[in-house]
């Protein structure tokens, strides 16, 4: 093992520590067996499946909202958890500690004692457990321990180049992978998937049609800036009630607000990119379009359409009030409500009164997924492990994750559409309560090539009908996010004096954007923005941007595409 490359992972971990956070409704640590959780070591002869012997799998993971610190959670059983005890014999013990799960995975890491299995979504820590030698090159793992495993000759090579780009090499099974390359292995099924692809996000305005039918408000009057304070304000007036509850006339999401509303959905209805007129990279928080979508919330609160304390409460409480369908517009993030039967609609953007374009960011390169998961070099059981990820991504293994048994839970017809049963729906919603799915097997393309056209008043009907909705308007940019994909990542080393600065403007970022949209006047709205502004130069912000730039540069001119601000005419 390289020995700086794992100090510095340890030392990244301890740090990340620090920042992330995980909810949890237990201990965090679930087994299929009850058994102790292994600690690697040497590759090892592993259970026989056809003898009722298995091999426990001890799999690491940090993903927020999936694993053993979400409600429910279990690994008993389940279609795909009984294939993988019953075929491929192994079970699995699924570790999400509720706090400080960077730090347990640092202590791992110096003991060499790495579990069996990691996902992951921290691209720094991926990063490093590559420069550390630690985790199998995939293509070399499966070689060695699946030599016939379909991967090694349909796995998606605009996703594996993607993987390779931004980490060195083909390393991990992504999750959720939607490319074109993928959509040649499990094609949309119809255009409605198209269209979700081509233009959808989960940021989206929502508008409640049985209160706008009520009070007989129109597509047209919420489409202006102007007509949306107006059907605000006949909200707020009406003494409307839903079983005799008051109605909210705007909601955002709740205490995630500046990253999903703010941040999301209104920069971009208000046509906010993150580049200057020249082209050149520049923080979104500087851009004239940022400040007028600060201007918006600041103009909902201070007449009352907005109440400040929803700002402050969490997604639980928040949907309380969602499902209540007390809340005229909602601008936030769709798939964090189940909307079957939800008068949810969206008509695209709000058209700012200035006359910006509003902007879509859309990832027009392959994907690189969400959840990565890793193999330890020190792994027990890599034939098995192998084995798995085979599975996991064939057809037959994906029906199963996703669907069940055929014939019990869903049937499929000569297209390849799945149709749950009667009896699949209400064990998939009343007995795994969701969390059947391996999200770490989920692949995007997949359900689409499989899913019927949904029900309009599903969940899924609402939901494809929301997302697309920003995208598809006629005068709407639609850019390739693909260009931004460093953001995520260090740029700048984080114990520099650049690194330090950035990490000390993105803390006052999140308290001073609430100070300026709460702001009580107009005159204090410009106080707090202007101050914010002189705070970001105190921070050389300047100087971030043109290090960012540099890279953005080299992105732009990797994929022969750039980003352009198509409102700079209007400042």
């Avoid at 910006?356 to 392959?366: E, F, L, T, Y």
Wanted: with cysteine; charged share 20%; proline share 4%.
């Amino acid at each position: 093992m390289k020995r700086n490359a794992a100090k510095r992972l340890i030392a990244l971990a301890l740090a990340a520590a620090s920042v992330m956070s995980f909810t949890a409704c237990d201990s965090g640590t679930t087994s299929s067996t009850g058994g102790a959780a292994s600690t690697g070591g040497d590759a090892q002869s592993a259970g026989d499946s056809s003898s009722g012997e298995t091999t426990e799998i001890y799999w690491f993971s940090d993903v927020s909202g999936w694993g053993p610190a979400t409600a429910n959670w279990t690994t008993d059983t389940s279609p795909a958890i009984d294939y993988m005890r019953d075929e491929i014999g192994i079970t699995l013990n699924i570790e999400q500690p509720p706090t400080d799960a960077a730090t347990k995975l640092g202590l791992m890491i110096a003991n060499n004692s790495l579990p069996d299995l990691m996902s992951i979504t921290n691209s720094d820590v991926y990063k490093e457990l590559v420069a550390a030698d630690m985790v199998w090159d995939m293509q070399e793992f499966l070689e060695t321990y699946a030599p016939d495993s379909h991967m090694l000759e349909d796995f998606p090579e605009d996703i594996k180049g993607a993987l390779t780009d931004t980490y060195g090499g083909w390393y991990s099974f992504p999750s959720h992978m939607e490319s074109a390359d993928n959509r040649e292995n499990f094609p949309p099924d119809d255009q409605v998937w198209v269209d979700v692809v081509e233009y959808g996000d989960n940021g989206c305005i929502m508008f409640n049609k049985d209160i706008m039918d009520a009070l007989d408000i129109t597509e047209e009057d919420v489409s202006t800036q102007s007509g949306f304070y107006a059907a605000c304000e006949k909200v707020k007036n009406s003494g409307y009630q839903v079983d005799g509850q008051s109605v909210l006339p705007v909601v955002l999401h709740w205490n995630l607000w500046i990253g999903t509303s703010l941040d999301g959905i209104l920069a971009k209805n208000f046509g906010a990119v993150p580049v200057d007129a020249d082209g050149n990279y520049t923080h979104l928080e500087l851009t004239p379009g940022y400040k007028e979508a600060l201007n918006f919330v600041n103009d909902l609160i201070i007449n009352g359409y907005l109440d400040v304390n929803t700002l402050t409460i969490d997604e639980t409480a928040g949907k309380t009030y969602l499902d209540a369908k007390r809340v005229f517009c909602w601008i936030g993030n769709q798939a964090q409500q189940d909307k079957t039967n939800m008068p949810w609609v969206s008509y695209g953007p709000i058209l700012a009164d200035n006359g910006a374009r509003p902007v879509q960011g859309i990832n027009q390169a392959a994907s690189t997924g969400w959840i990565q998961t890793l193999v330890s070099k020190n792994c027990k059981a890599p034939e098995k492990i192998a084995e798995l990820l085979t599975w996991a991504s064939s057809r037959e293994g994906l029906l199963i994750n996703y669907y069940g048994i055929e014939g019990v839970d869903y049937t499929i017809d000569d297209a390849g559409i799945v149709t749950r049963t009667e009896e699949g729906t209400t064990t998939y919603a009343e007995v795994y309560d969701n969390n059947v799915l391996l999200w770490p097997f989920a692949n995007t393309s997949f359900e689409r090539n499989t899913e019927p056209v949904p029900d309009p008043t599903s969940n899924r009907g609402v939901e494809v009908s929301l997302m697309p909705a920003l995208g598809k308007y006629e005068n709407t940019y639609i850019y390739d996010s693909s260009l931004l994909g460093f953001e995520n990542s260090a740029v700048l080393e984080p114990s520099s004096d650049l690194g330090l600065q950035l990490s000390q403007a993105d803390t006052y970022l999140e308290s001073q954007k609430a100070a300026i949209c709460t702001a009580a006047t107009k005159e204090e709205f410009e106080s707090q923005y202007q101050a914010m502004i002189d705070q970001l130069n105190a921070y050389s912000i300047t100087a971030i941007d043109e290090a960012y730039n540099e890279v953005y540069q080299q992105y732009c001119e990797d994929f022969g595409d750039s980003i352009e601000d198509v409102n700079a005419d209007l400042y």
